[in-house]
């Protein structure tokens, strides 16, 4: 009876082992994993840049005025022309020779003052529309500015007047996007008073023919640092604040482990992380992070 009684309570405790490990089991099985997708830490280079909005103005514009007061009778350019130094631009009848150009003695030969481009280049105001107007002597005729002096113009707060120096490079971007290089040219020595903006001339390094008052972006690298830690912006959480900053780093394949980070400089697409340190190849989601809990498991879907 005794023995009876031993093997009895030997398989009740049994089976209770049994189905603890059943439970455990089917609890383990039933927990649901949060689908995530995952990218591996990067080790490169990255730089943020600051923008400045700006326009194109030409340096150089030669004013062609009217050296007597008389008669337009000829023009031989139109607005945005191009010219030569020494091409012909007006004929100008004096008024002596209008008032006797009924006389046989003045054949048109005499009285006609011909006006000749100072320098090459486009014309950019035109102020004689039509012949046979009057003009008086000094009297504006038209500009013509030269191509090679084309500039871009920005305003450029002093709080970056040690960032901007003479030669420093930049980008140009177009509104039709489109961009070029250029340098820093010259940096007035003069402040605006009101805004406290330095105006700072920029050289172009193009061939392209581009008109005056054109706006557009100039951007400068602010900061640019090699081999350091990168991870896609969209992989980083912050707090309401934005005081506090973490990543989900994925250990084991499947478990998602919350790690504080301290970024460094950031641009569009990439945050340097500066603390702690990350391997190169390490797994950090990139979506599906929002909201998750420290120590969550996840599956990695593609």
């Given at each position: ?13 049994l ?47 030669n ?11 000829k ?48 014309i950019?105001?035109?102020n ?15 500009s013509?500015?030269e191509?090679?002096?084309l ?39 003069t402040?605006?008073e ?74 569009e ?8 340190n990350l ?24």
């Amino acid at each position: 009876m005794k023995k009876v009684t031993i093997l009895l309570f030997t398989a009740f405790a049994l089976l209770v082992v049994y189905s603890c490990k059943s439970q455990g089991s089917a609890q383990n099985e039933q927990i649901p994993l949060v689908n995530v997708k995952a990218v591996q830490v990067q080790i490169g280079e990255i730089e943020n840049n600051i923008s400045f909005n700006g326009k194109t103005i030409y340096l150089i514009k030669n004013l062609i005025v009217s050296p007597i007061a008389g008669y337009i009778v000829k023009m031989n350019v139109k607005f945005g022309d191009q010219v030569k130094k020494d091409d012909i631009l007006f004929e100008i009848q004096t008024k002596e020779n209008k008032a006797l150009e009924d006389n046989n003695k003045y054949n048109g030969k005499f009285g006609i003052i011909k006006v000749s481009a100072s320098s090459s280049g486009t014309i950019s105001e035109l102020n004689i529309s039509q012949t046979g107007g009057y003009v008086l002597e000094g009297g504006s005729l038209c500009s013509i500015v030269e191509n090679r002096d084309l500039m871009v113009q920005i305003n450029v707060p002093f709080e970056y007047n040690s960032k901007i120096k003479t030669g420093t490079k930049c980008m140009i971007l177009l509104t039709d996007n489109t961009s070029f290089d250029g340098a820093i040219y010259r940096i007035l020595p003069t402040i605006n008073e009101s805004s406290q903006t330095q105006n700072v001339l920029i050289k172009p390094n193009t061939n392209r023919q581009l008109p005056e008052n054109l706006n557009l972006t100039v951007q400068f690298v602010n900061a640019r640092h090699l081999n350091t830690c990168l991870v896609p912006i969209e992989a980083v959480m912050t707090n309401e604040t934005q005081s506090e900053f973490w990543i989900m780093k994925i250990i084991n394949n499947n478990l998602a482990v919350k790690v504080p980070i301290k970024k460094g400089i950031e641009n569009e697409n990439l945050v340097e992380v500066l603390s702690p340190n990350l391997n190169k190849g390490d797994f950090i989601i990139s979506e599906g992070a929002y909201g998750l809990e420290d120590s969550t498991l996840v599956k990695i879907v593609k």
